[in-house]
């Protein structure tokens, strides 16, 4: 029943996409009928696969001697995020029913959604290494097609051409990485990796632990790959959500969750992940506090979390980690598609712009509210338990500075969520035409995931146990409901939170008064809304290459003498070292 109901996750979303590829760019309707009716199902599929979680092989099919097998395993970790991408993926599809009604090229945009959802699910099942890299390739060509879906926007195109450049960066340490596993053992199978992980040589391990942390880096946008996130919010809003909440995102923390057993000893690579996730929490909450635009300031909040989530697998809360993954999938698909039927009502993403929308949009305003509650960690809400446990852990086994920065960041996340419900919703009225309120299909998702912010963290006993019988896990914490919170309501740790995190509600009421003092942070404002030098880094780093090609193109000369002569000369500096070094 297991691999019946995988081949559906997977197949379900890919065939609906072949189906509405072929239909033609006429039948609108029956376009948004079946894009909603296959990634339902799919998702259907994904939640009944939940009660049939294996770490054994249930589906193979021989490739070859060099490809191996393709096999699929019905495991915790992996359905767990197939089950996020095709239940949250299938939302965002009958939300776009109402946001995309007046869209041109609705068949391209459908097509590649359910490509993205299918190839997203069939990372998390896959078995083997080498064609978990090919669905992550999958899942790099649809963002990069879906952030440049409006293909008559120049900023558009360019945010598409960004995701899928920076991302190739971490798809090169992940096959690297696949590539030295089978010089290895023989095989591609992550099984097999992980029982054999330990008879590696040391610096052979120490390769592919840090080439999979470049992937994860670039394909969740960690500090310093994480440009292309923010400039991927040119995409229709549905596929931000899709992209932040469901799929592209996810993998980078799922990929790091599912190789920690190999890779928690290798010199080095534990605090190297908690840096990471570290300087993206807090850097990126620091941008999200300046950004004016909507959508960047969730695209800074998304890396922002997603480093707590990178930080708590740096500490060993591999749990933690991928609860928090739960809660912020909800949450920021809730963020996501109200953002989208504000930006759709209004006609603009500064927020400056924007103010006392509450009073014509009362049901955005309130699910709004209930998603920036998880985002803010505010009791109740499913993202309070998990980042607690994230803070918890952290202050049990980080360096105490780096659990002080990441309070530090929680505080940070509650001034910016503030900030925006005030200039969305509050305040003085900039938009003086009429707005109107989400529509009909645009609330059921809305309404869904508002529900789930509430109940997702009565999940964690079950989490926990489907966690627990998960292949890369050995020991892995699991809770029943009223340890999870009987254990937080005991932690200093969660007082301490909660009291940073109110004081950034403070700080927000007392900023009318605190105006002439805020003027003297008006250059770290700046910094911050350039991105910390970040995108400077980058153009540099692109001059510096044309400079050298422009070096390197001297030398070829199109003269074949001269060209022997450089080869041989090159040759004979290799074997000096060579010989030196013997």
């Not at 980080?398 to 990441?406: G, V």
Request: charged share 10%.
């Amino acid at each position: 029943m297991s691999t019946l109901l995988m081949v559906l996750s997977i197949g379900l979303p890919w065939l609906g996409a072949i189906i509405i590829w072929l239909l033609g760019e006429k039948q609108r309707k029956t376009q948004h009928i079946l894009a909603t009716v296959f990634s339902v199902a799919a998702g259907i599929a994904s939640l009944f696969l939940l009660g049939y979680g294996s770490n054994k092989v249930t589906f193979r099919i021989s490739m070859g001697s060099y490809f191996g097998d393709f096999t699929l395993i019905p495991d915790g970790l992996g359905v767990f995020l197939s089950t996020i991408a095709t239940v949250v993926g299938s939302l965002t599809v009958i939300y776009s029913m109402d946001y995309m009604r007046k869209e041109a090229q609705l068949r391209r945009y459908y097509s590649l959604v359910l490509l993205f959802i299918g190839a997203m699910a069939g990372l998390g099942l896959s078995g083997s290494v080498l064609f978990m890299f090919l669905f992550w390739e999958i899942t790099a060509f649809c963002s990069y097609a879906l952030i440049s879906f409006h293909n008559d926007d120049p900023k558009a195109v360019a945010g598409g051409i960004k995701a899928l450049i920076v991302t190739q960066l971490g798809g090169i340490g992940l096959l690297i990485g696949a590539l030295v596993i089978r010089s290895q053992i023989g095989s591609y199978q992550i099984h097999d990796f992980l029982m054999q992980a330990g008879t590696f040589p040391p610096h052979i391990l120490s390769l592919i632990a840090f080439g999979f942390l470049a992937a994860a880096i670039a394909k969740s946008a960690q500090v310093p790959l994480h440009t292309w996130l923010p400039d991927a919010m040119e995409a229709p809003t549905p596929v931000t959500a899709l992209i932040h909440a469901a799929t592209m995102v996810n993998a980078g923390v799922y990929l790091l969750a599912r190789f920690y057993p190999a890779f928690s000893n290798v010199p080095g690579w534990k605090i190297s992940v908690i840096v990471v996730g570290l300087l993206s929490a807090l850097l990126a909450a620091l941008m999200a506090l300046a950004a004016n635009d909507l959508k960047r300031a969730l695209a800074y909040s998304t890396i922002s979390q997603l480093g707590y989530m990178i930080y708590a697998i740096g500490t060993g809360a591999v749990f933690a980690s991928q609860f928090h993954l739960l809660s912020h999938s909800v949450f920021k698909a809730l963020l996501f598609l109200c953002a989208g039927a504000v930006i759709q009502s209004v006609g603009t993403r500064d927020m400056r712009a924007m103010g006392s929308l509450g009073k014509d949009m009362p049901f955005v305003r309130t699910v709004f509210i209930i998603g920036s509650m998880a985002l803010a960690g505010l009791p109740i809400a499913n993202g309070f338990f998990s980042k607690e446990l994230i803070l918890e852990h952290g202050f049990l086994h980080s360096p105490r500075w780096a659990y002080l920065c990441m309070l530090f960041g929680a505080g940070i996340t509650a001034l910016y969520t503030v900030r925006m419900i005030s200039m969305i919703f509050y305040g003085e009225r900039k938009y003086t035409e009429a707005t109107n309120d989400a529509p009909q299909a645009m609330r059921v998702s809305l309404g869904t995931l508002s529900l789930a912010v509430f109940t997702t963290w009565l999940t964690a006993g079950a989490f926990g146990n489907l966690l627990s019988t998960s292949l890369p896990f050995h020991q892995i914490q699991t809770l029943k409901i009223v340890e999870l919170v009987l254990g937080l309501v005991a932690a200093p740790s969660t007082w301490l939170a909660l009291f940073i995190i109110l004081m950034g509600f403070y700080l927000w009421t007392l900023r009318l008064r605190l105006k002439s003092l805020l003027g003297a942070f008006q250059p770290l404002v700046s910094f911050a809304e350039a991105g910390f030098g970040f995108e400077e880094i980058n153009r540099g780093v692109v001059q510096l290459t044309k400079h050298l090609s422009s070096v390197v193109r001297i030398t070829q000369t199109g003269q074949l003498n001269w060209n022997v002569v450089g080869i041989v000369g090159g040759l004979c500096i290799v074997l000096t070292i060579l010989a030196w070094g013997v």
